[in-house]
């Protein structure tokens, strides 16, 4: 593997699920990451992947290395051929040259606008970390992805022990437009479960096609929980009308009532979530929710030992 930046930069992703696996089933801590230093970039805000991925860095050996680059460096240029007479003082391939320079590694978070689709699904600001990195690249969710946390969610599905699943992608409620990252993601990976997969939203929240096809999809969420035996909930913005909410009459949020209907689901969200919004507290706090943060850290360590394997 020589950047894990999708699905597609795994060679074996079953491999890998099973490598996370074994982390929860038995943690353990090497030296291979000895005298290298895995950079972290983060262009928006992150509790469990800034945390999870330090420690799984220094329980590989690792120096981390952190650089909010919204809050304590310039201000990135990511145009090419702009003249830099504004507000901009620093050019993402110059940020980016000089960054992995001190790294063996290099993390990155980059955002999606919710306004320029072609730009966020072209992924041009991770694009431009691929490109100038000296250093393999590792995603901590970009514009329209998400792999470190499908790659949890998948070997927290195989570890619940439930033979061939009827695992539901439900929409849920959100005060704010979100990115279609995690969910995209979530469909990209999901593929490797032997997993019966559903897919619940309102009318007006397709997915793209890219991600969504193949998929059973219903907009019926009550029909969908019914003999579901794992409920994986969020929210993301509208992908044809590009970052929209469009209104929804039913009342998406995740209840005890709701899950009732399924075969005694666990619940899983990537978290941070919105309490009483996206699910009820009686919902959250019966959950796999801190489960899936803490094997955040297995994903992570499995990932950067891979990558490190064939530095
Ligand atoms: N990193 C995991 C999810 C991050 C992001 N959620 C958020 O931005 C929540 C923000 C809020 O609750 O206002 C998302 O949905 O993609
Ligand atoms: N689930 C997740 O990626 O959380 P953070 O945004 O806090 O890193």
New binding site residues.
């Given amino acids: 593997m020589k950047n894990f930046t999708s699905i597609e930069d795994v060679p074996n992703p079953k491999g890998l699920i099973q490598d996370v696996i074994n982390l929860i089933d038995q943690s353990n801590h090497s030296t291979i990451g000895k005298e290298k230093t895995l950079g972290m970039v983060f262009f928006n805000?992150?509790?469990?992947?800034?945390l999870s991925t330090q420690k799984a860095a220094q329980n590989l050996g690792m120096e981390v290395i952190v650089l909010n680059i919204d809050k304590d460096a310039w201000n990135v240029e990511f145009e090419d051929g702009t003249t830099m007479d504004g507000d901009s003082q620093e050019h993402i391939r110059d940020a980016v040259k000089v960054i992995s320079s001190y790294c063996d590694l290099l993390a990155v978070?980059t955002f999606a606008s919710l306004t320029n689709r072609q730009q966020d699904y072209e992924e041009r600001e991770l694009q431009n970390f691929l490109k100038h990195s000296s250093v393999p690249v590792i995603s901590?969710?970009s514009a329209t992805l998400?792999p470190?946390?499908s790659l949890t969610d998948m070997a927290t599905i195989v570890h619940t022990n439930i033979p061939k699943p009827k695992v539901v992608l439900s929409w849920a409620p959100h005060p704010k437009p979100l990115p279609q990252a995690?969910a995209n993601s979530f469909l990209e990976w999901v593929t490797e479960l032997q997993a019966e997969v559903v897919v619940a939203h309102p009318k007006g929240y397709e997915l793209s096609e890219k991600f969504a096809a193949g998929y059973k999809v219903t907009h019926n969420q009550q029909e969908a929980f019914k003999n579901a035996d794992i409920i994986y909930a969020k929210n993301w913005s509208s992908y044809s009308d590009y970052g929209a909410r469009p209104a929804v009459e039913e009342n998406w949020t995740i209840t005890s009532e709701l899950m009732q209907k399924t075969n005694q689901a666990q619940f899983m969200h990537?978290?941070?979530i919105r309490r009483n919004v996206v699910a009820t507290d009686a919902v959250i706090d019966d959950s796999l929710v801190y489960q899936q943060?803490k094997n955040?850290e297995y994903a992570a360590q499995a990932v950067i030992k891979n990558l490190l394997e064939v530095l």
């Fill in positions: 805000p992150s509790l469990r992947t800034r978070r901590m969710e998400h470190l946390q995690v990537c978290l941070p943060a955040r």
